[in-house]
């Protein structure tokens, strides 16, 4: 079997394979083709691959190859039939693109669908390993522009308060998020619509922020749920008035398939303070602050600083590389069945799980989403987009 590793668009600094996985790939049976150069941006050397067994070669070979392992969703003109790709297509945003490997007669696993319930999928869930890197940065990159120490510090001077964190939703990202700014000496809040979400936000050194009539509006895949517009309304008055003192505010809140959620109104940003940064993780699918600009960082006439940048994993190039590595390697040495990939229908990775389980999500399967030029049967939510 031929795997082919690409490098990725250029705003892209991660790679998809890194050498540490080769090894496992090629037990299972793979030859694996690495384009040269690929792995550059996130300090993973030709030199490196080869050492590790694999074939450094030009982008023509590695696109030849029948498996194809990258991040981000290939365009129209190198999708070709029979073609087996794994990435994060993101399908619900975009369609077009899914469109496109059908009319190409591609096989496409989207990872970002994987079931992430299942107890099998946590070790192949890019979406958490993303993600907790993610909010571990957004911490990080809040730090560096706030006009102020995060820790409490007593000095002969005199003593310095420490700051105020506020995160607002405590998924993967929010909890790294907590830990992070917690890490660092900072005083933490946090919300998220989950009610249930409270002891988690405790459990790691957060204050938990709740909404008068909150519920747990999560949907069957684990994500949470889009809310009403007035209780949109009072989730966003509550959170952004803990937040008008605040140092520091991290967005979270991304809603699975749809553009992200306003948390912060540009009216909430009149009410914050001159110095406050805002670290919007999700600028790239909308934003959740009002005033947010997609990869770029604004200070509003009043003095808050909006921190717009896109792909904030990709800005920890190393350890996302190996954390999606790990995780893509798992996965498809996880269908390998007598020397070939086996999609099988009774893999509830592939297809989701069967109805009657308490992991069956209607509307939605698994990974695969289309094949032989048909979108699967149980993507009926995506079949009725497209």
């Known amino acids: 079997m031929r795997l ?26 793979f030859d694996v083709f690495v384009e040269s150069g690929a792995g550059l941006k996130s300090y993973y050397s030709d030199s490196q691959y080869i050492d590790a067994g694999a074939i450094i070669c030009d982008r023509s070979d590695s696109m ?7 991040i981000n969703m290939l365009e129209k003109n190198n999708l070709r039939n029979g073609m087996i790709l794994a990435c994060m297509a993101d399908p619900f945003r975009n369609p077009i693109s899914l469109k496109n490997c059908l009319e190409s007669g591609v096989t496409l696993f989207s990872m970002d669908m994987i079931p992430r319930r299942l107890s099998r999928a946590q070790s192949m869930d890019v979406n958490s390993s993303q993600d907790n890197l993610a909010g571990y940065k957004a911490v990080l990159l809040g730090a ?7 820790p409490m510090m007593t000095t ?6 420490p700051a105020k964190v506020v995160i607002m939703g405590s998924g993967v990202a929010g909890l790294q998020a ?3 700014a917690k890490r660092l000496g900072a005083i933490v809040y946090a919300s998220d619509v989950r009610k249930s979400a409270a002891e988690q936000i405790e459990s790691v050194g957060g204050r938990f922020i709740e909404v008068e009539g909150m519920d747990d509006f999560e949907d069957e895949s684990g994500y949470a749920k889009p809310l009403t517009p007035d209780f949109i309304q009072k989730v966003n008055d509550t959170v952004c008035e803990v937040a008008s003192d605040a140092d520091i505010i991290v967005t979270t809140a991304r809603i699975f398939g749809i553009p992200a959620p306003i948390t912060i109104p540009k009216n909430a940003i009149s009410n914050f303070k001159s110095g406050a940064v805002v670290v919007d993780m999700n600028a790239d699918v909308g934003g959740n602050c009002e005033l947010t600009k997609a990869g770029h960082i604004i200070t509003t006439d009043n003095g808050v600083i909006i921190i717009g940048t896109s792909n904030l994993p990709g800005t920890v190039a190393n350890s996302a590389s190996m954390l999606y590595s790990n995780n893509l390697t798992n996965f498809i040495t996880s269908i390998i069945k007598e020397g070939k990939i086996n999609i099988s229908e009774d893999d ?7 109805e009657g389980s308490d992991f069956y999500v209607p509307g939605l399967g698994g990974v695969l989403i289309c094949k032989d030029g048909k979108i699967h049967p149980k993507q009926s939510r995506l079949e009725e987009l497209v």
């Open 64 to 70: 030849s190859c029948e498996i194809i392992i990258t």
């Open 156 to 161: 002969s001077a005199g003593t310095i308060r």
């Open 4 to 29: 082919g590793i690409i490098s990725e668009p250029e705003w892209e600094n991660r790679v998809a394979i890194v050498p540490n996985s080769i090894k496992k790939l090629k037990k299972a049976g």
């Open 144 to 150: 560096s522009y706030v006009p102020k120490g995060i």
């Open 178 to 180: 907590i830990a992070t």
């Open 348 to 354: 509830d990775i592939l297809v989701g799980s069967p």
